[in-house]
């Protein structure tokens, strides 16, 4: 049974960090590409950050590269996300997903084949 699973949410001031966790179950994590999304309340499921199985290319999305660090244990079927200096407009759900193409681009959500339930990230100002 396929599980991606989400840790390391929490609430936290602007400025700070927090670390991500996101261990898959049941497929073959090598073979996929991971990626980070996220959704603030009213708003879209917006692409955060994602790394290639093949390369360990990493690709993040404009509001969040130099602050965020996405990697990948595949010894553990784990993605991380670092995230530092923390903004309010940060805040949203995370969501964990695996994507099995190799020739897809990697930021559309609906490309990708399996995801997490999500972790709640909340930074007040």
């Known amino acids: 049974q396929v599980a991606l699973v989400e840790s390391g949410g929490g609430a936290v001031q602007a400025g700070g960090s927090l670390r991500l966790s996101c261990t898959a179950s049941?497929?073959?994590?090598?073979?996929?590409?991971m990626a980070w999304f996220r959704q603030a309340p009213g708003k879209e499921r917006e692409f955060v950050a994602a790394i290639r199985w093949r390369t360990d290319n990493t690709y993040y999305a404009d509001s969040v590269k130099g602050r965020f660090t996405i990697s990948r244990d595949s010894a553990k079927s784990t993605v991380y996300l670092q995230m530092n200096s923390l903004r309010p407009e940060d805040t949203a759900v995370y969501c964990c997903?695996?994507?099995?193409?190799?020739?897809?681009?990697?930021?559309?959500?609906?490309?990708?084949?399996?995801w997490g339930q999500g972790t709640q990230v909340t930074v007040s100002s």
């Open positions: 049941g497929f073959s994590f090598r073979r996929y590409n």
């Open positions: 997903a695996a994507m099995y193409s190799d020739t897809q681009a990697l930021g559309s959500p609906l490309d990708y084949d399996y």
